[in-house]
């Protein structure tokens, strides 16, 4: 069991910057990747970007040259820098560890870090 919480959100001009942190605690031995998310008001929630216990990172479109994904070194923070905020990035952001178990992946989610990016 991993226990995930996040923080860094806020309020940010449009163009502004933010860096989101999450950090966890528990066995990560079965560690198989981390993943932030974000789920914006009246959307479902969508993967934003995720970066493997080895090191390689994925963005999604909409958030590739802008945001960045990083670790500690040590599995116990995961960290998103965001860059050139736009209003549509207001949502509240997630981090998921997730671990390897028995018949597919187990997922240890936050409780959200809400980010307003204003117009």
């Known amino acids: 069991q991993v226990h995930v919480v996040e923080s860094g959100g806020g309020s940010v001009p449009t163009g502004g910057s933010l860096t989101l942190s999450c950090t966890a605690s528990g066995n990560f031995d079965e560690l198989f990747a981390v993943a932030w998310h974000r789920q914006r008001p009246g959307w479902q929630r969508e993967m934003v970007a995720r970066i493997t216990e080895g090191g390689l990172t994925y963005y999604e479109d909409f958030v590739k040259g802008r945001f960045a994904i990083s670790t500690n070194g040590a599995k116990s923070a995961v960290y998103l820098q965001m860059h050139s905020l736009r209003p549509e990035d207001t949502a509240v952001y997630y981090c998921?560890?997730?671990?390897?178990?028995?018949?597919?992946?187990?997922?240890?989610w936050g409780q959200g870090t809400q980010v307003t990016v204003s117009a």
């Open positions: 998921d560890y997730i671990m390897r178990a028995r018949g597919g992946m187990n997922h240890n």
